[in-house]
């Protein structure tokens, strides 16, 4: 059977006369609204109207400065090329993308469509506040909260009452040791007294940026033992994230991708005995609880019962907000340390984590980084099984990219 050849137009307004042609590879499988990214040249940094022969816009190209190129490629079939080259007569886009603003300690990032400016996540930077009569031995940062859904509604928890230290979206260990001790960078607020002995500080702000396909940050963080009230030191972290918002057609989600790289502080390791829990840490929405509110669905197929301390690709965690359904699932990267990852589906509340350590006792070695990735599919409506499935295939498996 031939195989279908779609030409598109790529209007360049800072390339040279020679046209260069962008072929965009499909997989095994048909993908709508794929993520597409690839190295450009630099000189193409900027915006980049994709168009059809007939001048409808297709879609929209992003170039950061380092020659990181971002499209959203609408629909493309099982084995198809879809080409796209430049033309210059290509008609503008419409304003619409994805913003960033600083305020205080936070950023807040927000989608414009049509005149509409909806909100996407917040990245707190800096430890936040606690709330009214909250110990402030509960104040923490280096999170995402709150993040919501294409229609609204707020998908993730603060300090709840039950657990002062869950924080939206987070990443830390609980059982540990360093050099003769044992940091809880997990459990704020749980040593004698109720002190803080340890905790995951932000550091910096390395760069921020918004635009019409993709925005996101750069960030570092540090955790930090407190061994006789003295602060040491145990891993650097950087974070890298990513949205997206997939507004169009049916469906509507917003995508964000973190990457987590940790690195030893010093000359000592981490070690990370066997545990159930510590690693990636989502707490869901205070309507979620008590926790017969809130339903739980893996890769698997297995209910938040079944499938606490099974291993999986991928996990959703949702439930009634305002009265309508929403929820989140969390794709793992197949590159992940122990991937299909161990999975802490928590019995008495809307949280969840993912757990390397599960599997056995580890460790993070002096230079060695330990790398964890991760994509988050927050949408309205319930759990879509077969929805989620194939958006883990398209981030497992990103479709290839050749210039000619």
Not at 26 to 33: E, F, L, P, Y
Not at 41 to 51: A, D, I, N
Not at 203 to 221: D, E, M, R, T, Y
Request: glycine share 10%.
């Amino acid at each position: 059977m031939m195989k279908l050849l779609l030409p598109f137009s790529l209007a360049f307004t800072t390339l040279a006369a020679a046209p260069i042609q962008i072929t965009v590879h499909g997989g095994d499988r048909a993908q709508k609204r794929t993520i597409v990214t690839f190295t450009a040249p630099k000189e193409w940094q900027g915006e980049h109207t994709l168009s059809g022969r007939d001048g409808t816009v297709v879609s929209t190209l992003q170039v950061n400065a380092e020659g990181q190129a971002v499209i959203i490629v609408p629909q493309i079939g099982a084995g198809e090329n879809l080409r796209f080259q430049e033309a210059p007569s290509s008609p503008p886009v419409a304003p619409s993308g994805l913003t960033v603003e600083k305020a205080g300690d936070a950023l807040h990032f927000t989608h414009l469509q049509e005149g509409k400016k909806r909100p996407v996540f917040d990245y707190q930077m800096a430890a936040g506040p606690v709330p009214k009569g909250v110990s402030e031995v509960f104040k923490h940062g280096a999170h995402l909260h709150p993040v919501f859904t294409p229609n609204g509604k707020l998908v993730t928890g603060n300090h709840p009452a039950d657990h002062r230290w869950h924080r939206g979206i987070w990443i830390a260990w609980t059982k540990t040791e360093f050099e003769g001790g044992h940091p809880d960078f997990w459990n704020q607020g749980k040593g004698p007294d109720g002190t803080l002995t340890a905790e995951v500080q932000f550091q910096s702000l390395v760069k921020s940026w918004g635009g019409p396909v993709q925005a996101g940050f750069i960030s570092h963080h540090r955790f930090v033992d407190r061994p006789a009230g003295k602060e040491k030191a145990v891993l650097d972290e950087t974070w890298e994230a990513t949205a997206y918002a997939l507004t169009s057609g049916d469906s509507p989600a917003f995508i964000l991708d973190l990457t987590s790289t940790q690195t030893c502080a010093g000359i000592s390791p981490l070690k990370l005995p066997t545990y159930h829990y510590g690693g990636l840490g989502v707490r869901g929405h205070a309507q979620w609880d008590p926790v017969d509110q809130v339903t739980m669905l893996t890769s698997n197929g297995d209910d938040r019962k079944k499938g606490d301390s099974t291993k999986a690709k991928w996990v959703h965690m949702g439930g009634a907000v305002e009265g309508q359904a929403a929820g989140m699932a969390i794709l793992i990267h197949p590159s992940n340390f122990r991937f299909p990852q161990p999975l802490r589906l928590n019995p008495k509340n809307p949280q969840l984590c993912i757990a390397p350590s599960q599997d056995g006792d580890w460790s993070i070695e002096p230079g060695k980084p330990y790398v964890s990735k991760y994509r988050f599919l927050i949408t309205d409506g319930p759990a879509e099984a077969a929805s989620i499935e194939a958006a883990w295939e398209s981030y497992a498996q990103p479709l290839k990219v050749t210039l000619e």
